[in-house]
């Protein structure tokens, strides 16, 4: 088992999607993580969804290094938190998940991991480029409506260790 410290949050920047069509994005981007043609999601880059009734699903195991945040995949686990939080808030119901998710990991892995997000910055000023195409990297993800703050406080009290 590859060693994880650390777990990273993301946003789907979208209305809930199908763990499906986002193995058809990761596909389209070039993630695979297996050949085996038999293993359903084998292109999707994170290892957990977290849709907006609360409910979770798996996407690659734990024990593969994922394809979700350059430069942090090999010792992180990368959580999507379905929706688009810079239009709207996530649920109650995500929110509590993803504490209950963060205890669950810690005690699987036996350490507490470190909350990372993945763009939790504008980045405007890096992107010295032509504007098209750049929406994207002007946005933090997850979007500020998800309270990073207060959740980074709430799985702090969570931690196991
Ligand atoms: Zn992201």
């Known amino acids: 088992m590859r060693r994880i410290d650390t777990i990273i949050f993301h946003h789907s920047a979208a209305r809930q999607v199908s763990p499906l069509i986002i193995?058809?994005?990761?596909?389209?981007?070039?993630?695979?993580?297996t050949q085996d043609r038999t293993v359903q999601l084998r292109h999707i880059g994170y290892h957990y969804g977290i849709d907006t009734d609360g409910s979770t699903w798996t996407g690659r195991p734990l024990a593969v290094i994922g394809a979700h945040a350059k430069g942090r995949n090999s010792h992180s686990v990368g959580v999507l938190i379905q929706g688009d939080f810079s239009k709207w808030a996530p649920t109650a119901q995500q929110l509590a998940r993803c504490v209950r998710l963060y205890h669950d990991?810690?005690?699987a892995?036996?350490?507490?991991?470190?909350?990372?997000?993945?763009?939790?910055?504008?980045?405007?000023?890096?992107?010295?480029g032509p504007f098209g195409g750049a929406w994207e990297r002007l946005n933090p993800c997850p979007g500020s409506l998800l309270n990073r703050h207060e959740l980074s406080r709430e799985l702090q009290a969570a931690r196991p260790y």
């Open 23 to 33: 193995d058809e994005w990761h596909r389209l981007r070039g993630f695979c993580w």
């Open 109 to 128: 892995l036996r350490r507490n991991l470190t909350v990372g997000w993945h763009r939790p910055h504008l980045l405007a000023i890096l992107d010295s």
């Open 105 to 107: 990991l810690c005690r």
